[in-house]
């Protein structure tokens, strides 16, 4: 049996569109993994300072719950245009966000330890309406 140049590259191609699918399939299994993950994490963990907070909002609930919202539409639609690399690009760009929000959220926790050291007191106070 004789296979042509045709054949031979027919049969490298589908096999690296079965190889990309994966890649795909891959990435956004982890993305969800991580995502729910993070829901999970969120909602356990009592913050008291405000740069917690900030970590608890801006990085664990608001991406995580867009990317689950939109997730059946990455399910549906990205598997059949986009490629492995738009996804990857997607995550660089996602894993920056953190890097910039966990940055200034330091920076905002190094503030409130000085401050903590200086006995100021940056506990998040409670406001409570009082009924006659």
């Known amino acids: 049996m004789v296979m042509t140049n045709t054949t031979i590259e027919a049969i490298n191609y589908t096999k690296d569109l079965d190889i990309e699918y994966n890649i795909k399939l891959l990435l956004l299994g982890l993305l969800f993994i991580y995502s729910l993950g993070l829901l999970y994490l ?21 991406p995580s719950t ?18 492995w690399e738009i996804i990857y690009r997607l995550m660089i760009a996602y894993f920056t966000y953190l890097f910039i929000v966990l940055m200034l959220a330091g920076k905002l926790g190094l503030f409130t330890l000085l401050a903590n050291l200086l006995g100021i007191d940056t ?4 406001m409570e309406l009082q009924t006659k």
Do not use: C, H
Not at 66 to 80: D, G, K, T
Not at 123 to 126: A, E, Q
């Open 42 to 62: 969120s909602n356990k963990w009592e913050t008291d300072q405000l740069w917690q907070t900030i970590i608890k909002w801006f990085i664990m609930r608001i």
């Open 66 to 83: 867009i990317y689950l919202f939109f997730f059946p539409f990455f399910m549906i639609f990205l598997f059949r245009t986009a490629s």
């Open 123 to 126: 506990g998040v106070k409670k």
